[in-house]
C-alpha cells in the first residue's frame, strides 16, 4: 500500500463509518500536520532524509519490516529512510478529543478506523479471553493451539473482503449500504 492508495481507501470507508455509526468528527488532512497511524510497507514510499554519520536506524512500528534503513550513498553522505507517518493532503481523517482531566485530540484515517471496527465486530472475545486465562494459569499454555485464523469468525485478509464484511454489519444494522 502507499499514500495514494491510503487516500483512496479513506475516501470508500468514510460514508461507511458513518452508516456504522462513528461519530467521530471527519477532515481531510492537511499537509504535514496530520498521523495517519497506518504502516506503508513499500519501501519505494518511504520518507528519506539526511541523518548524522552516528545515527543508527530505529524501529517504532514493532516488526522488523518497520524498521528504518541507514544507508550510505555514492557521495559519501548518510541518509535515513523511514515509513511515512503523514498521510497525502486531502486524505479523510477521524478524530475526537479523548481523556477525562485533560482531553487530547486523538485521530486515525478513516480506513484505520473502519478495519479497526470490522475486526472487533468479528473478534471472538471468549476465544481470547480463554487463551490468556489458560496463558497466565497453568503449564498448558504451550498445548493451546491458537485457531489458524486467530480469533476472526471470518476471513479479513484483503480490503475487498473488509469492505463486504463492513457493508455486511451495516445491513445487519437495518441501514442501507
Given amino acids: 500500500m502507499n499514500l495514494r492508495i491510503l487516500k483512496k481507501l479513506c475516501k470508500r470507508a468514510a ?9 467521530r468528527e471527519q477532515f481531510p488532512s492537511e ?13 519505494k514510499h518511504w520518507d528519506r532524509g539526511r541523518c548524522h554519520p552516528s545515527y543508527e ?13 541507514v544507508f550510505t550513498t555514492r557521495a559519501g553522505r548518510r541518509i535515513v529512510m523511514g515509513p511515512p507517518v503523514h498521510p497525502r493532503k486531502g486524505t479523510i481523517m477521524v478524530g475526537a478529543p479523548s481523556g477525562y482531566y485533560e482531553p487530547e485530540w486523538d485521530e486515525q484515517c478513516a480506513w484505520s478506523a473502519l478495519e479497526s471496527l470490522v475486526l472487533d465486530h468479528f473478534t471472538d472475545w471468549d476465544l481470547v479471553e480463554r487463551w490468556q486465562e489458560r496463558e497466565f494459569a497453568s ?19 484483503s ?12 445491513a445487519g444494522k437495518g441501514g442501507a449500504a
Fill in 57 to 69: 536506524g530505529r524501529n517504532g512500528w514493532g516488526t522488523p519490516r518497520g524498521a528504518e534503513v
Fill in 139 to 157: 503449564e498448558d499454555a504451550e498445548k493451546f493451539e491458537w485457531p489458524v485464523g486467530g480469533a476472526l469468525t471470518r476471513d479479513l485478509s
Fill in 31 to 43: 499537509k504535514w500536520e496530520n498521523y495517519h497511524g497506518t504502516f506503508i510497507g513499500d519501501r
Fill in 15 to 23: 460514508p461507511l463509518l458513518l452508516q456504522l455509526g462513528d461519530d
Fill in 159 to 170: 480490503v475487498s473482503l473488509i469492505f463486504a464484511a463492513a457493508r455486511e454489519i451495516i
